[in-house]
């Protein structure tokens, strides 16, 4: 109720106070396009901005962010583990590689394989955010014959947290749990994860100035598969479930050009033997 009496304030200001002194002083058009851009641009975003103050999601998002917000790689997979040394040890015996810490050495490295497609298995990510902090853990599988960091697999993996003092953690963790509980016989961790699979070495993020980074594939179920089938492959799934929203659903990653997702919006959730 704040935030909508707030809202209908600055309508009512900008409607009844600010058009008839604009109308008095500039073009129709531009009047229309100043009332437009406030309402567009300033108005409704602070107030949404305003309103994840009070209302936060229990639920585990469509996809993971940029630093900066923007929506990026969806969240369509999920695996329970013992630890994160029982889920590195499953991915890299189905044959991923665990991705290098993301230092300046290491994206220079990174930089010279996809330029000379030179050999580099474990080339670091990207920063991406869920739950708020960077991801824990990442893994990957090139697709070159060269092993360079050009073309390849990915996944990076969020630890789902144990409950904090804080409510809105603690009731954001039990949700989970509650969703999960049917496969949880002994305590373990839950690691959400985004993968998609990097299809090109360069692409251009435009949001932020036209930053190089990798090309990706639109369909992110493939790949998502692709990782079950690596782990039931080398006989390491105890089982699977799905997790369905209800509708497939189709956002565009509002920062590459020409990449366009399409995710069935489920999340598949293995169980490590």
């Given amino acids: 109720m704040i935030i909508l009496s707030i809202g209908v304030l600055l309508f009512w200001l900008i409607i009844f106070k600010f058009r008839p002194y604009a109308d008095t002083k500039l073009p129709v058009y531009l009047v229309i396009i100043l009332i437009y851009s406030l309402l567009v641009y300033l108005v409704i975003p602070a107030l949404i901005r305003a309103l994840r103050l009070f209302i936060k999601s229990n639920r585990v998002p469509?996809?993971?962010?940029?630093?900066?917000?923007?929506?990026?790689?969806?969240?369509?997979?999920?695996?329970?583990?013992?630890?994160?040394?029982?889920l590195q040890n499953a991915m890299e015996k189905a044959g991923w590689y665990t991705a290098d810490p993301k230092t300046f050495q290491n994206l220079l490295k990174e930089l010279v394989s996809i330029v000379f497609n030179k050999e580099y298995r474990t080339a670091p990510f990207t920063s991406l955010y869920l739950f708020n902090r960077p991801h824990d853990i990442g893994f990957?599988?090139?697709?070159?014959?060269?092993?360079?960091?050009?073309?390849?697999?990915?996944?990076?993996?969020?630890?789902?947290?144990?409950?904090?003092?804080?409510?809105?953690?603690?009731?954001?963790?039990?949700?989970?749990?509650?969703?999960?509980?049917?496969?949880?016989?002994?305590?373990?961790?839950?690691?959400?994860?985004?993968?998609?699979?990097?299809?090109h070495p360069i692409n251009i993020r435009w949001r932020d100035g036209g930053r190089l980074i990798h090309g990706i594939s639109e369909n992110d179920s493939n790949e998502r598969d692709f990782i079950i089938a690596s782990l039931n492959q080398t006989q390491q799934i105890k089982s699977m479930?799905?997790?369905?929203?209800?509708?497939?659903?189709?956002?565009r990653g509002q920062q590459f050009f020409k990449a366009v997702f399409s995710s069935d919006g489920c999340i598949k959730v293995v169980t490590l033997k």
């Fill in 241 to 251: 479930s799905l997790t369905k929203p209800g509708k497939r659903i189709k956002f």
């Fill in 140 to 199: 990957q599988m090139s697709t070159n014959p060269a092993g360079s960091a050009r073309t390849r697999h990915h996944v990076r993996f969020w630890r789902l947290e144990e409950p904090r003092l804080d409510d809105n953690n603690k009731h954001h963790y039990v949700f989970w749990a509650r969703k999960l509980r049917h496969l949880l016989q002994i305590e373990k961790e839950v690691w959400i994860g985004a993968a998609v699979e990097d299809t």
């Fill in 62 to 86: 469509h996809y993971a962010t940029t630093s900066d917000g923007w929506p990026s790689d969806p969240i369509n997979i999920a695996i329970i583990a013992k630890d994160r040394r029982h």
